[in-house]
């Protein structure tokens, strides 16, 4: 796929702002990105007619059908609906996972815009989403059952729940973050609550060996986004279970710069360490810092293509 020289160059500013970033320790320098409603395109750019052909997408995407899978999950209607193919078809397992895009990407359209259809349609599809989650009684929230994870917790095959449970989170978590949401933070924290209280039965059982195994399987983002939600809460537990997804594999051999990156998949480690560099931005942890800076090092002199790609 070819990549345009702006993309690249954006990429590279992008990659500079963050390394300097976390030079210096615990010295941050407190860069903060601008809120998305603070910035107006101007009418007519390439990069309102770039925001309007996402927007012209999210409204093509029906509401219910993305729904379909959350709500048999939830033993509710699905409405008369029929589920889409692809990434949510009823028979994939990673299903689910396109809707925290959907609740994230609706967000940032709405924030770019203000396009009254797509708030209508993002407030519709939380309020739904919260009714599954209700029906559960649990916290429970997903396109798939909970015996996923018993499956996964007996190191059964099965693909990356914790994968798609990231998207919703970090879906919910912009849907209120960017679009003020009264209901999604909420539902956010519910679900890091159940899957903490499950965590930290399987590690009471089986030690923590086994939950070191466990998350050998691709969890995306899982330690960025309870990250944020501690931020946002202040709730201890949400910082203790995001820890708990700061993979030791990976960040033991980065924090004695040691590296061990050649062979391991660039979609499953690269959220990883954007999530330890939450840790230092969120806590102080300036051991995170320095295996974020490392791992940028790795990648910027020795793993990066000419055309700014390393993936």
């Given at each position: 796929?070819?990549?345009?020289?702006?993309?690249?160059?954006?990429?590279?500013?992008?990659?500079?702002?963050?390394?300097?970033s976390?030079?210096?320790?615990?010295?941050?320098?407190?860069?903060?990105?601008?809120?998305?409603?603070?910035?107006?395109?101007?009418?007519?750019?390439?990069?309102?007619?770039?925001?309007?052909?996402?927007?012209?997408?999210?409204?093509?995407l029906?509401?219910?059908?993305?729904?379909?899978?959350?709500?048999?999950?939830?033993?509710?209607?699905?409405?008369?609906?029929?589920?889409?193919?692809?990434?949510?078809?009823?028979?994939?397992?990673?299903?689910?996972?396109?809707v925290?895009?959907?609740?994230?990407?609706?967000?940032?359209?709405?924030?770019?815009?203000?396009?009254?259809t797509?708030?209508?349609?993002?407030?519709?599809?939380?309020?739904?989403?919260?009714?599954?989650?209700?029906?559960?009684?649990?916290?429970?929230?997903?396109?798939?059952?909970?015996?996923?994870?018993?499956?996964?917790?007996?190191?059964?095959?099965?693909?990356?729940?914790?994968?798609?449970?990231?998207?919703?989170?970090?879906?919910?978590?912009?849907?209120?973050?960017?679009?003020?949401?009264?209901?999604?933070?909420?539902?956010?924290?519910?679900?890091?609550?159940?899957?903490?209280?499950?965590?930290?039965?399987?590690?009471?059982?089986?030690?923590?060996?086994?939950?070191?195994?466990?998350?050998?399987n691709?969890?995306?983002?899982?330690?960025?986004?309870?990250?944020?939600?501690?931020?946002?809460?202040?709730?201890?537990?949400?910082?203790?279970f995001?820890?708990?997804?700061?993979?030791?594999?990976?960040?033991?051999?980065?924090?004695?710069?040691?590296?061990?990156?050649?062979?391991?998949h660039?979609?499953?480690?690269?959220?990883?360490?954007?999530?330890?560099?939450?840790?230092?931005?969120?806590?102080?942890?300036?051991?995170?810092?320095?295996?974020?800076?490392?791992?940028?090092?790795?990648i910027?002199?020795?793993?990066?293509?000419?055309?700014?790609?390393?993936?």
């Amino acid at each position: 796929m070819a990549v345009s020289p702006l993309s690249f160059i954006t990429f590279l500013q992008f990659l500079l702002l963050f390394s300097v970033s976390l030079v210096g320790g615990s010295e941050p320098l407190g860069i903060e990105e601008f809120a998305m409603v603070d910035v107006q395109l101007t009418p007519g750019s390439a990069f309102m007619q770039a925001t309007q052909l996402n927007l012209d997408y999210l409204l093509m995407l029906n509401p219910d059908q993305l729904l379909y899978s959350f709500r048999i999950t939830a033993n509710l209607s699905t409405q008369g609906a029929k589920p889409y193919g692809g990434w949510e078809a009823p028979n994939i397992e990673l299903r689910g996972h396109f809707v925290g895009h959907y609740l994230s990407a609706t967000a940032m359209a709405w924030a770019s815009t203000r396009n009254a259809t797509i708030k209508k349609n993002m407030d519709y599809v939380v309020g739904e989403l919260k009714k599954c989650q209700d029906a559960m009684k649990t916290g429970y929230l997903s396109a798939f059952p909970t015996s996923w994870f018993d499956r996964l917790e007996n190191l059964q095959s099965v693909w990356a729940p914790y994968y798609t449970i990231h998207k919703i989170m970090a879906g919910l978590y912009d849907q209120h973050r960017i679009a003020n949401n009264p209901d999604s933070l909420q539902m956010a924290v519910d679900i890091a609550k159940y899957f903490y209280a499950r965590t930290t039965e399987v590690i009471a059982r089986n030690t923590s060996a086994l939950w070191e195994q466990i998350i050998n399987n691709e969890f995306g983002g899982m330690n960025e986004v309870l990250y944020n939600l501690y931020k946002e809460t202040g709730q201890d537990f949400l910082a203790d279970f995001a820890h708990l997804f700061d993979k030791p594999v990976l960040m033991g051999p980065l924090a004695v710069n040691a590296d061990l990156l050649t062979g391991l998949h660039a979609n499953t480690h690269i959220p990883e360490v954007i999530g330890a560099a939450r840790r230092f931005e969120v806590l102080q942890d300036p051991t995170y810092s320095d295996i974020v800076t490392y791992f940028l090092h790795l990648i910027n002199s020795t793993r990066t293509y000419a055309t700014g790609g390393s993936n």
